[in-house]
């Protein structure tokens, strides 16, 4: 199968099937963020190197360059290199990059097959990453890959791989064919050729029959991707090369290349029962061969999308050693939180806390980072029992209600780094909305905001004091481009209703979310420093 960019006209060779016609999109990937990949390791037992120096990090199908952009702003003390065929993904990546004058990101415009022979590289990485890329690659760049991974992670190293999963995927896989198919007979561009598939496709589920009958999720999965974007689903559903995996076969595979399981970045994932039957949690019980047990847990779940941590060598922690390596973890609040009741949910399920246990952890984050041996000086966990503390904590991370935090040490350089990583972000969102998070120095990840809170950050750091001053400011931005905002419903077309709008909206950012930002370095502003929690468990 052969895709062609305009009538008659063939995508060349350099594709490998790829789709190109269309870019990818610009989110950020929280997966991908190094100190969430450590918490996975450390609630999983497993000893890593992610908080020592001289530290690398590759991201292999990168796309837009974002998310490696973003980390490697909140990251400065890891070095990051970052690979993708298209040139027009590469160049934009390196211009951000450029923009927020970052030091340690390298991009690099190759194919899986020659990326390892790129000059500069370093000899061995302690983490690659893989997000969706490797579902979306035929078989020889799979082998590519794990020859990569082979020659060029380190002993102890860490792999995140995430890839569509079987048998979530199972009843859609017809229908991805008929899409493709039909795109590959059209004329005229990639997007308009899309269009035209979705189209059709929709016309086969209304004439009904026994495919669409039968498996009435997949009506409703050509109804989601009405929603979703262009690029996505272009990247999604339109390669020519597309493989959901069962378990089983994607670790034989990587298996090949010496890396053993360790768990699932879905924190709550790794949480024994969540999800399950009674009756699903004792066959879960009876499997002992751990890989064998993930395969049986997608089969229950009928999972469709995996987010998996693999390691070159497993190093178990003894117990007073996993317990060490939990103290030692900080850990900040990402979401506001003044007291009362939080629900959380997982797959669908309820997961009970009991407010008496996460809310004194919450209200002690509340006032800056802190670690898990500071939160238990401080009493924040009660007379709760060890296993219930970490449980709680990892239900709490899973749910982005906290996430793992950086030391302290390195900080002043992650904020200035941050800082001019942030200020280019939003200096972007004078013209646009396509990126949607700026970087921690506190977390060493990404929070999202939307375009309005970063026009807000803006209007601050330029000495704008009220959120009036700041509404206004937005206004005068996006009147010009003759933007309007949405109210329920319905386009604002007046001055006055756009500015009403704008003032509520950054009256409620000062009150909720403003706070939050300050607490983790989000600010754009050469005066911002580490909240008084982390300053004094510094001292």
């Given at each position: 199968?052969?895709?062609?960019?305009?009538?008659?006209?063939?995508?060349?060779?350099?594709?490998?099937?790829?789709?190109?016609g269309?870019d990818?999109?610009?989110?950020?990937?929280?997966?991908?963020?190094?100190?969430l990949?450590?918490?996975?390791?450390?609630?999983?037992?497993?000893?890593?190197g992610?908080?020592?120096a001289?530290?690398?990090?590759?991201e292999l199908?990168?796309?837009?360059?974002?998310?490696a952009?973003?980390?490697?702003?909140?990251n400065?003390?890891?070095?990051?290199h970052?690979?993708?065929?298209?040139?027009s993904h590469?160049a934009?990546?390196?211009e951000?990059?450029q923009e927020?004058a970052?030091?340690?990101?390298?991009?690099h415009?190759?194919?899986f097959?020659d990326f390892?022979?790129?000059?500069?590289?370093?000899?061995?990485?302690?983490?690659?990453?893989?997000?969706?890329?490797?579902?979306?690659?035929s078989q020889?760049?799979?082998?590519?890959?794990?020859?990569f991974?082979a020659?060029r992670?380190?002993?102890g190293g860490?792999?995140?791989?995430?890839c569509n999963?079987q048998?979530g995927?199972?009843a859609?896989?017809?229908?991805?064919r008929?899409l493709a198919?039909r795109?590959?007979?059209g004329?005229g561009?990639?997007?308009?050729?899309?269009?035209?598939?979705?189209?059709?496709a929709?016309?086969?589920?209304?004439?009904?029959?026994?495919?669409?009958?039968?498996?009435?999720a997949?009506?409703?999965?050509l109804?989601h991707m009405?929603?979703?974007?262009?690029?996505?689903?272009?990247?999604?559903?339109?390669?020519?090369?597309w493989?959901p995996?069962?378990?089983?076969?994607l670790?034989?595979?990587?298996?090949?290349?010496?890396?053993?399981?360790?768990g699932?970045?879905s924190?709550?994932?790794?949480?024994?029962g969540?999800?399950?039957?009674?009756?699903?949690?004792?066959?879960?019980?009876?499997?002992?061969?751990?890989?064998?047990?993930?395969?049986?847990?997608?089969?229950?779940?009928?999972?469709?999308f995996?987010?998996d941590?693999?390691?070159?060598g497993?190093?178990a922690?003894?117990?007073?050693?996993?317990?060490g390596?939990?103290?030692?973890?900080p850990?900040?609040?990402?979401r506001?939180?003044g007291?009362g009741a939080?629900r959380?949910?997982?797959?669908?399920q309820?997961?009970?806390?009991?407010?008496?246990?996460y809310?004194p952890?919450?209200?002690?984050?509340?006032s800056?980072?802190?670690?898990v041996?500071?939160?238990?000086?401080?009493?924040a966990?009660?007379?709760?029992e060890?296993?219930?503390?970490?449980?709680?904590?990892?239900?709490?991370a899973g749910?982005g209600q906290?996430?793992?935090?950086?030391?302290?040490?390195?900080l002043?350089?992650?904020?200035?780094?941050?800082?001019?990583f942030?200020?280019?972000v939003?200096?972007?969102?004078?013209?646009?909305?396509?990126?949607?998070?700026?970087?921690?120095?506190?977390?060493?990840?990404?929070?999202?905001?939307?375009r309005?809170?970063?026009?807000?950050?803006?209007a601050?750091?330029?000495?704008?004091?009220?959120?009036?001053?700041w509404?206004?400011?937005?206004?005068?931005?996006?009147?010009p481009?003759?933007?309007?905002l949405?109210h329920?419903?319905?386009?604002?077309?007046?001055?006055?209703e756009n500015?009403?709008?704008?003032?509520?909206?950054?009256?409620?950012?000062?009150?909720?979310?403003?706070p939050l930002?300050?607490?983790?370095?989000?600010?754009?502003e050469?005066?911002?420093?580490a909240?008084?929690?982390l300053?004094?468990?510094?001292?």
């Amino acid at each position: 199968m052969t895709f062609t960019q305009s009538a008659g006209v063939s995508v060349t060779d350099w594709t490998s099937g790829y789709v190109a016609g269309i870019d990818y999109t610009f989110d950020f990937h929280r997966q991908l963020t190094p100190a969430l990949l450590g918490f996975a390791a450390t609630a999983q037992g497993h000893r890593h190197g992610l908080d020592g120096a001289g530290l690398s990090y590759c991201e292999l199908g990168c796309g837009q360059g974002f998310s490696a952009n973003l980390l490697a702003a909140a990251n400065p003390h890891i070095e990051f290199h970052a690979m993708d065929f298209s040139p027009s993904h590469i160049a934009g990546a390196r211009e951000l990059a450029q923009e927020a004058a970052l030091q340690n990101m390298f991009f690099h415009e190759r194919s899986f097959e020659d990326f390892g022979e790129t000059s500069g590289l370093p000899a061995a990485f302690d983490v690659i990453a893989l997000h969706g890329v490797y579902s979306w690659v035929s078989q020889e760049n799979r082998q590519h890959i794990l020859r990569f991974i082979a020659d060029r992670l380190k002993p102890g190293g860490l792999v995140y791989v995430s890839c569509n999963t079987q048998p979530g995927w199972a009843a859609a896989m017809p229908l991805r064919r008929i899409l493709a198919a039909r795109a590959e007979q059209g004329r005229g561009t990639l997007p308009e050729r899309i269009s035209d598939a979705m189209q059709y496709a929709r016309r086969l589920a209304a004439a009904g029959g026994g495919y669409f009958g039968r498996n009435p999720a997949v009506a409703a999965r050509l109804d989601h991707m009405a929603t979703m974007p262009e690029n996505y689903v272009a990247h999604e559903y339109f390669n020519k090369d597309w493989t959901p995996f069962f378990f089983e076969d994607l670790a034989a595979e990587l298996g090949s290349a010496k890396l053993d399981f360790v768990g699932s970045v879905s924190l709550m994932d790794n949480l024994g029962g969540i999800g399950f039957t009674p009756e699903q949690r004792a066959l879960l019980a009876g499997e002992s061969d751990p890989v064998r047990r993930e395969g049986l847990r997608d089969l229950l779940l009928n999972e469709h999308f995996r987010t998996d941590l693999f390691a070159k060598g497993r190093l178990a922690h003894t117990p007073r050693g996993g317990i060490g390596a939990w103290f030692a973890t900080p850990l900040a609040l990402t979401r506001p939180y003044g007291g009362g009741a939080l629900r959380f949910h997982h797959r669908g399920q309820e997961v009970p806390l009991e407010q008496a246990d996460y809310a004194p952890v919450l209200l002690a984050l509340a006032s800056g980072p802190a670690t898990v041996r500071s939160l238990l000086d401080q009493g924040a966990f009660g007379n709760m029992e060890w296993g219930s503390i970490t449980r709680m904590l990892t239900v709490l991370a899973g749910a982005g209600q906290i996430a793992p935090a950086l030391p302290l040490e390195g900080l002043e350089s992650r904020a200035a780094a941050c800082r001019a990583f942030n200020l280019a972000v939003c200096k972007r969102a004078e013209e646009s909305d396509a990126l949607r998070y700026l970087a921690s120095p506190v977390t060493g990840g990404g929070v999202e905001l939307d375009r309005f809170e970063q026009l807000f950050l803006l209007a601050r750091s330029e000495g704008l004091e009220t959120p009036a001053e700041w509404a206004a400011l937005a206004w005068r931005i996006l009147a010009p481009q003759g933007q309007r905002l949405q109210h329920e419903g319905r386009v604002l077309e007046t001055e006055e209703e756009n500015l009403a709008l704008l003032r509520a909206r950054a009256g409620n950012f000062a009150a909720r979310r403003l706070p939050l930002c300050d607490s983790l370095g989000l600010t754009l502003e050469d005066s911002w420093q580490a909240p008084a929690q982390l300053q004094e468990a510094a001292a």
